[in-house]
DNA sequence: CTATTGTTTAACCATTTAGTTAAATATAGA
DNA sequence: TCTATATTTAACTAAATGGTTAAACAATAG
C-alpha cells in the first residue's frame, strides 16, 4: 500500500500515459468486457495486462464485475471527466492563441503579392 | 536519450500526472514567466523546479525563450488540445451513463412515499 | 577581473513502473 | 475427483521518475 494518498487526478493521468492503457478504455467505452477478451489485444503476457486494468481500477477508472470465473470490467466515467475539467480550463487560453495565430496567417495571405 | 520515440499523448499525459506540473502549467496559462518566479511557488529546489519544466518542455506542452540570462517559460497550447480530443471522445459514452444514473435517481425520488 | 544572479547539468539515491515467468486461487466441466 | 479455464499474486528485473546537493555555465554589475 502507498504511505500517502494520490491526488486521483495523479492517478487518472498516470493511468492515460500508456497506450495500452489508453486501448483498454477505448475497447471498454464500447461495453463491459471479461478480461481475457481485452488481452487478447496485446502481445503481452496476461499478468501485464492484469496489472494495467489494475492501475485503471485504482485510479478509478473502471469497475469489475465477478460473475463466475470471468470478472468483466466496465468504464466508469466520473475521473474521465475530472481530467477532461481539468485540461478544459485551459480551452480559452488556447482558442485566443489559436485564433491569434489565424489571424496572423489570414493577415499575411492577404498581404501577398501572388 | 530515449531509444524508442515515445508517443506524443504519452508524455502529454505522463506531464500531467505530477501535481507540481499541473500548477506550473496553471501558472503559465495566465502569461509567460521567467523559471525563478515559478520555482517561488515550490518548497522543493530550482534544480528539481527545472526538470519538471524540462519534462513539459519535451511534451511540448511548453516553450523557452531566452533573454540574458533570464529563460521565460510560456505554455504551447497543441498537445494540451490534443490530449483534451483524445479524453473528449469518451465524453458521449459517459453523458449517456450518467443521464441513465439520473434517470434512475429520479424514477427512485418519484416512487418514495415520504 | 571578480562577484552575483539565473539557470542547467551531473552524480547520486529511493521509489515506482512495466514487463517477465512461475505459482496460487477460484470456478466449471467430465 | 481430476482437469481445464480465467484470473491474480509473488518474485524478480530493467528502466524511469522525482528528489537531493554540488558543480558548471552564462550574463550582468561593480
Known sequence: MPAVKK???D???MALADGTRRQIVKRLAQ????VSDIAK???MSLAAVSKHIKVLEN?????????????FLSLVPEQLADALDWIS???NFWLKRMD???AIVET?????ED
Not at 461495453?31 to 471479461?34: D, K, S, V
Not at 499575411?108 to 501577398?112: D, H
Open 7 to 9: 491526488d486521483p487526478l
Open 11 to 13: 492517478q487518472v493521468f
Open 31 to 34: 461495453g463491459e468486457l471479461p
Open 41 to 43: 489485444d496485446f502481445e
Open 59 to 71: 485510479a478509478k477508472m473502471v469497475s469489475r464485475r465477478v460473475e463466475g470465473r470471468q470478472h
Open 89 to 91: 480550463i485551459y480551452r
Open 100 to 102: 491569434a495565430l489565424a
Open 108 to 112: 499575411n495571405i492577404e498581404n501577398q
